[in-house]
């Protein structure tokens, strides 16, 4: 697999296809948005932390609220103005990381 596109924005009937169909974010204005809950605010910035080493690693950061145990998250590209390949491996990495709290 090649690098993630970081360019094309994606059509609202491109963004939850093939690997991405199951992703379970809302698409927010022009970016996608979710909203994280764990057992204590430990647990809520353990997982922040998490996904700030994805983002370092992908070159890609989200915007976020933290309050206690609850994470909202919210992914778009701004270079760009909108939703692309980028942003959804983001998503989808950020939800494997997010299985390590949820049953």
């Avoid at 609850?70 to 959804?88: A, P």
Wanted: contains cysteine; glycine residues 4%.
């Amino acid at each position: 697999m090649g690098e993630p596109d970081r360019k094309q924005i994606l059509a609202a009937d491109q963004i939850f296809t093939s690997e991405y169909e199951n992703l379970d974010w809302d698409v927010k204005d022009s970016g996608l948005e979710k909203i994280f809950e764990f057992k204590d605010f430990s647990e809520a910035f353990t997982f922040m932390k998490k996904v700030a080493e994805i983002a370092e690693e992908l070159d890609h950061h989200p915007d976020w609220f933290n309050s206690w145990n609850t994470v909202k998250i919210s992914v778009t590209n701004h270079r760009v103005g909108g939703i692309t390949e980028i942003d959804l491996l983001l998503c989808a990495r950020i939800n494997e990381t997010a299985k390590l709290w949820m049953n």
